[in-house]
């Protein structure tokens, strides 16, 4: 089975660059996480969506920072402008909530932002 | 107070040994607990989860649950060297599968 697919792998931008990262989940879960990791912070949720309906997006820190779940098979998280600081690993996890919590990473996308 | 602690270590043992690995939270509601590895460079990897009080063994890995003291461990049986990675905690406390992660603990297994 494919696992959670995520791209681009890496991307690099200059400062004041839209940012557009896309996750496919699972097929058949029906939770679909975004969080960022960096070593100072750690890993932090910025969004969740269940069935599609973002459910707390009280992570996302500020409004350059959006995402969008169209179908069940697709989200994305867009940062405009980006900055600097914005420069981190972004995974996307994946869950059924029907048949437990766990959560199951995709691969990351690598950001950097000159 | 952070909702989910880990010590940040490094904890270091050598090949062959039981690797103890520590978790705290604060919140008395939570309902399900987990266990994560990821390596360096690579996403984390979902190894154990947990939702009773008591152990639950999987080949090499046990987890310990105790809801009293608000601590969920994970023990490495026969560390090996490839075990060498980072060890995130992770507690659910709602319905919505939102999860709460630890600052993750540094593992390094000494051939």
């Known amino acids: 089975d494919a696992g959670v697919i995520q791209s681009p792998r890496h991307e690099v931008t200059e400062m004041g660059q839209e940012v557009t990262l896309r996750c496919k989940p699972i097929?058949?879960?029906?939770?679909l996480f975004w969080y960022r990791q960096t070593m100072m912070r750690g890993l932090e949720l910025l969004i969740y969506?269940?069935?599609?309906?973002?459910?707390?997006d009280s992570g996302m820190p500020e409004d350059r920072f959006s995402a969008k779940m169209p179908n069940a098979s697709f989200s994305t998280l867009k940062i405009q402008p980006s900055e600097p600081r914005d420069s981190a690993v972004y995974f996307c996890?994946?869950?059924?909530?029907?048949?437990?919590?766990?959560?199951?990473f995709g691969p990351g996308t690598r950001l950097t932002v000159l | 107070q952070k909702e989910v602690e880990q010590n940040s270590g490094p904890l270091s043992v050598p090949e062959g040994a039981i690797a103890s690995l520590n978790c705290t939270y604060s919140?008395?509601?939570?309902?399900?607990f987990f266990w994560y590895r990821q390596y360096s460079g690579k996403s984390p990897e979902l190894i154990m989860s947990?939702?009773?009080?008591g152990d639950k063994e999987d080949g090499r890995f046990t987890a310990q649950l105790n809801k009293a003291s608000q601590y969920v461990s994970l023990l490495i049986r026969d560390s090996q060297p490839s075990d060498s990675a980072t060890y995130l905690c992770?507690?659910?406390?709602?319905?919505?599968?939102?999860?709460?992660f630890g600052s993750g603990t540094k593992l390094n297994v000494k051939p």
């Open positions: 996890a994946s869950s059924d909530r029907d048949r437990g919590f766990e959560q199951f």
């Open positions: 097929s058949g879960h029906n939770s």
């Open positions: 969506f269940n069935n599609n309906v973002p459910i707390d």
């Open positions: 919140d008395r509601v939570s309902q399900s």
């Open positions: 947990i939702y009773s009080n």
């Open positions: 992770a507690v659910n406390r709602d319905n919505f599968n939102k999860f709460y």
